[in-house]
């Protein structure tokens, strides 16, 4: 698997109306999911790939309103993309492997599953498992396309992004995003998905640093735009 050339500590705050809409306008409302559930006054939250903590500043946030002194600790193996954000905890290290049992009273991840495969989509959401607390939430959010139209759109992209690019994605169907989480141990609590419309010249351009010749390829061969959407799925942990 390719590693994608981020904007490191900037990564996701370009000036662009697609990455705005894809890591800001949202947040909010998926987060809410979580923030319902937190009810103790000094959670330790667990963030799996949280690069430079966009999601995880809106949370702080959010409690903070509510009362709550929540800490995260941003488990990423990029450590390229960190940041000093008070009441987060940057962590370097590989969410594939082991991690520590029954540490965290919640936790999240957004954006993580397309770029792995299925065995270790499942080895993930184990190691998530193990280390919530009993009865522990876990926000999970992914990009989904549930209409099979759309879904062959995206994966002709990133088909082009394969041979182009050397970057390797997935593209989740709703059902199957639901499908993945009901092969672990977790429990879905509640869902929430969003739909939007992005477009090759901004998202695809600013996101894979695409050329103008390759953004044209796209937009002749494929499509300018097209509909997404994000879904974000609570779980729970059993007793």
Known sequence: MAVIKDQGKKFGLAKSKDFDTLYFKYNKQLLGLLVDKIKIKKPLIAYYG?????????LLNMLSKKGISGKIENIDSDSGKFIKVKGIKNIKADFLK???KEKYDFAMSRHTLHYLGKKDQIKFLNNVY?????KGYFLLIMFVNSENVLRKIKIKIEEYLKHKKNIYGQMFSGGGFLDLAEHTKFKIIKT???NYTISINDFYKNRFNLTKTQVKEIEKTICKKHKESIMAVLL????
């Open 236 to 239: 729970r942990k059993g007793e």
């Open 192 to 194: 929430k998905k969003v």
């Open 130 to 134: 193990s280390s919530l607390k009993p």
């Open 98 to 100: 082991p991690l520590e």
């Open 50 to 58: 949280g690069a430079n903590s966009i999601l995880g500043k809106e």
